[in-house]
Nanobody
Framework: QVQLVESGGGLVQAGGSLRLSCAAS????????MGWYRQPPGKQRELVAT???????NYADSVKGRFSISRDNAKNAVYLQMDSLKPEDTAVFYC?????????WGQGTQVTVSS
């Protein structure tokens, strides 16, 4: 099993920045990739960004150029730097880890962007 704990959410004005962090523990050797997903109010969960063990990244079109995902493999941590935030970025953000046979999720952290 892998446990994920997110931190760094909060309230920010449009145009501002936030940095989310996610720490993994447990059987972290089984992780092949990590990432961030979000669930806006009343909508389905959607991909934000992912990063493989080798550092290859993938971003949703809606966040390209504004968000940046990074990893610290030594700390089993993944980060999401969010700049130029927009009200439509308001959502619960979830950390994700892809294991060998299953997906793991954090408890979620709220990000609210005011206009």
């Amino acid at each position: 099993q892998v446990q994920l704990v997110e931190s760094g959410g909060g309230l920010v004005q449009a145009g501002g920045s936030l940095r989310l962090s996610c720490a993994a523990s447990g059987n972290t050797f089984t992780i092949t990739a990590m990432g961030w997903y979000r669930q806006p109010p009343g909508k389905q969960r959607e991909l934000v960004a992912t990063i493989t063990n080798g550092g290859r990244t993938n971003y949703a079109d809606s966040v390209k150029g504004r968000f940046s995902i990074s990893r610290d493999n030594a700390k089993n941590a993944v980060y999401l730097q969010m700049d130029s935030l927009k009200p439509e970025d308001t959502a619960v953000f979830y950390c994700n880890a892809a294991g060998l046979t299953k997906q793991y999720w954090g408890q979620g952290t709220q990000v609210t962007v005011s206009s």
